[in-house]
């Protein structure tokens, strides 16, 4: 079955830029978004199709990806960006959406 | 604006049953698919169905298959989930999250209700 690998956690310092990976057998094909989820809240979009931004996301949140690995970035980072970062694709072999295990982002 | 409200969580034995709802408005609600998504306490999202904007085609998880059905009311703008034959493993925070674009059961989620509560015991 598909599976997506993204790293337990991450450490960035206040205005320095974090980097997540997102790892799936030909992920740059698929559709894949990124969710950001404070402690005690909601998830909330902050990417789509890879590198798309929903409005009222800042412009410091950005996407890319290449062949089996995406990227969240976030630069600049601020105490806010502390959270649980997950990418999300849809398996089109199973039709099944798909989380991945979810990044902590901690700022130091 | 579009809200998600979930409702009927609650504490429940092993084997039980339970039925959620997710109220929605701020969006034309039969053009959208809908998706349930779970998080288990201190643990990561995990994907649990998702039903078509006409209610038509359903899709689901292998580990509730067979035990959990969603449905919807789109003259109610309702969302439901009943989940019988409830396990432990089964215990979690259930959001529902709206598809990101009209027509496509397969996109992403832009918008999440706040989770209702599902405790199972043993």
């Known amino acids: 079955s598909y599976v997506l690998t993204q790293p337990p956690s991450v450490s960035v310092a206040p205005g320095k830029t974090a980097s997540i990976t997102c790892g799936g057998n030909?992920?740059?094909?698929?559709?894949l978004s990124w969710f950001q989820q404070k402690a005690g809240q909601a998830p909330v979009l902050v990417i789509f199709?890879?590198?798309d931004r929903p409005s009222g996301i800042p412009e410091r949140f950005s996407g890319s990806s290449s062949g089996n690995t995406a990227t969240l970035t976030i630069s600049r980072v601020e105490a806010g960006d502390e959270a649980d970062y997950f990418c999300q694709v849809w398996d089109t072999n199973t039709n099944h959406h798909l989380f991945g295990g979810g990044t902590k982002v901690t700022v130091l | 604006e579009v809200n998600l409200l979930e409702s009927g969580g609650g504490l429940v034995q092993s084997g039980g049953s339970l039925r959620l709802s997710c109220a929605a408005s701020?969006?034309?609600?039969?053009?959208?698919?809908l998706t349930w998504v779970r998080q288990a306490p201190g643990k990561g999202l995990e994907w649990v169905s998702t039903?078509?904007?006409?209610?038509?085609?359903?899709y689901y998880a292998d580990s509730v298959k067979g035990r959990f059905t969603v449905s919807r009311d789109n003259s109610k703008n309702t969302l439901y989930l009943q989940m019988n034959s409830l396990r432990v493993e089964d215990a979690a925070l259930y959001y529902c999250?709206?598809?990101?674009?009209?027509?496509?059961?397969?996109?992403?989620?832009?918008?999440w209700g706040q989770g209702t509560l599902v405790s199972v015991s043993s």
């Open positions: 199709n890879h590198d």
């Open positions: 039903v078509s904007g006409s209610g038509g085609t359903t």
């Open positions: 701020g969006f034309i609600f039969k053009n959208y698919a």
């Open positions: 999250a709206k598809a990101r674009q009209m027509w496509v059961d397969w996109a992403g989620f832009d918008f």
């Open positions: 030909n992920l740059g094909s698929k559709s």
